[in-house]
């Protein structure tokens, strides 16, 4: 069993801490690779010039729209220390896009859509993002944007009593967070992830979260989607969604 540590309270206000800098991260980074897109913005992989530290950019270009994306998710990772939450490390304003430099991962669960893991490797990562979610909803945060591809393996650890690996997950992407409780009526998230009464226009809570993580489980589980309907067609998949009832086919699973 794993061991969540926060960090200690700090008197400091996380506007000091995590500063948004009006400069240009290419003065202090060297930015390499893109290595993700989002809705939002894009990823890049950076090195720290002076510290030689490899971290991740999200680059998100400046528009009506994504100023309260970025707003959003500043203010959740400038009040968030959680081992399985993303660390931001410094922030950026130029006068076309803001700038996130945080925790670098190896790649998404989506990604690994496809691969087997054992009933150990599926119960610890979903521990994991279990305290991730009690942490936010603890902090009045829903995510609201649940996802395989919103999940990042960030590095591994093998067993020394098993030998099995054990994946430690990082949960990203704060942009459409809302305070809670809230009763919010907004439809919010990736079809395939979305709670009925999210769904159905219904007021909504944290447990909202509780749900996109329960079709997460059963993703892994099964290696397929809950819904027949095709990947891409989300008024299907959200038609199909307010009277699913789940099934698992103990042959799907490990």
Not at 14 to 34: A, C, E, G, N
Not at 116 to 130: I, N, R, T, V
Not at 223 to 232: C, N
Request: proline share 4%; aromatic share 12%.
């Amino acid at each position: 069993t794993k061991t969540v540590c926060q960090a200690p309270f700090l008197m400091i206000p996380t506007s000091m801490m995590y500063p948004l800098r009006k400069d240009v991260p290419s003065l202090h980074y060297t930015i390499k690779d893109k290595v993700g897109i989002g809705s939002f913005g894009t990823v890049f992989q950076a090195e720290n010039q002076k510290l030689h530290t490899k971290l991740a950019l999200k680059k998100i270009i400046k528009t009506s729209t994504t100023n309260d994306e970025f707003k959003s998710e500043l203010s959740v990772l400038r009040n968030c220390s959680h081992p399985n939450i993303i660390t931001l490390h410094e922030c950026y304003e130029t006068k076309k896009a803001y700038y996130l430099a945080t925790t670098l991962c190896q790649y998404d669960l989506y990604s690994q859509l496809g691969k087997k893991y054992s009933e150990c490797q599926l119960a610890d990562m979903f521990f994991q993002l279990l305290s991730a979610l009690s942490y936010l909803h603890k902090k009045q945060v829903v995510h609201r944007d649940l996802k395989l591809e919103n999940i990042m393996i960030f590095d591994t650890e093998v067993s020394k009593l098993t030998k099995e690996t054990f994946y430690n997950i990082k949960l990203i992407d704060f942009g459409t967070t809302t305070p809670y409780p809230r009763h919010d009526k907004e439809i919010v998230g990736s079809a395939y992830y979305l709670a009925p009464e999210v769904i159905c226009d219904n007021y909504y809570t944290d447990k909202c979260d509780i749900w996109s993580a329960g079709i997460i489980l059963y993703m892994l589980l099964t290696q397929k989607s809950p819904y027949k309907a095709i990947e891409g067609d989300s008024l299907s998949i959200i038609e199909e969604a307010k009277r699913v009832t789940f099934k698992v086919n103990m042959k799907d699973v490990n």
